[in-house]
């Protein structure tokens, strides 16, 4: 994480051309480097083969990175015969929620384990969804700011024919 500081985090806000990103990665890649040697002797610098910037996540990555989680805890629950799904609202949520300018998406892990995996594995295990079910992850309203995860039965439609 050394000289992370470079990175520039301003065109979040706001249009840059590509040229301007190009410009800005390659003046952000000088700085860093510049950050190594002072920080490194060069007999240790000599040995590393690359060095990997990042791009810092931007908002709009992260519910295809909700996906990928949800497809873990899916994968997990199939195991026991059982089936999730969330809603648009709770996938846009996790996607706000789990997000941090500075730390990317790997507060998205901790969000899910708090707010649907632990609460979950609690209803699971007092009988409240059993083998067969598919439970909806929702989102609802507590007042105007606070939000709270909700998990119910998926509703199962069957038609008779007479």
């Given at each position: 994480n050394l000289?992370?500081?470079?990175?520039d985090?301003?065109?979040r806000?706001g249009?840059?051309?590509?040229q301007e990103a190009d410009?800005k990665?390659?003046?952000?890649k000088?700085k860093i480097?510049?950050?190594?040697?002072s920080?490194?002797r060069?007999?240790f610098?000599n040995?590393?083969?690359?060095v990997v910037?990042?791009?810092?996540?931007?908002?709009?990555?992260?519910?295809p990175i909700?996906?990928?989680?949800?497809t873990?805890i899916?994968?997990?629950l199939?195991e026991h015969?059982?089936?999730?799904?969330?809603t648009?609202?709770?996938?846009?949520?996790?996607?706000?929620e789990?997000y941090?300018p500075d730390?990317g998406?790997r507060p998205?892990?901790?969000v899910?384990?708090?707010?649907i995996?632990?609460p979950?594995?609690?209803?699971i295990?007092?009988?409240?969804?059993?083998?067969?079910?598919?439970?909806?992850?929702?989102?609802?309203?507590?007042?105007?700011k606070k939000?709270e995860?909700?998990?119910?039965?998926?509703?199962?439609?069957t038609t008779?024919?007479?």
């Amino acid at each position: 994480n050394l000289g992370t500081e470079y990175i520039d985090k301003s065109k979040r806000f706001g249009f840059i051309t590509p040229q301007e990103a190009d410009d800005k990665t390659r003046e952000a890649k000088e700085k860093i480097e510049d950050s190594l040697k002072s920080a490194f002797r060069p007999e240790f610098l000599n040995r590393i083969d690359e060095v990997v910037i990042f791009s810092p996540l931007t908002h709009e990555q992260m519910l295809p990175i909700v996906d990928l989680q949800m497809t873990e805890i899916k994968e997990r629950l199939a195991e026991h015969d059982l089936d999730v799904e969330l809603t648009p609202e709770a996938r846009q949520w996790f996607a706000d929620e789990g997000y941090n300018p500075d730390f990317g998406a790997r507060p998205l892990r901790r969000v899910l384990q708090a707010k649907i995996e632990g609460p979950l594995a609690k209803k699971i295990l007092s009988g409240e969804f059993k083998r067969g079910d598919t439970i909806i992850i929702d989102i609802e309203a507590v007042d105007e700011k606070k939000k709270e995860v909700v998990f119910r039965k998926s509703a199962i439609l069957t038609t008779v024919d007479s």
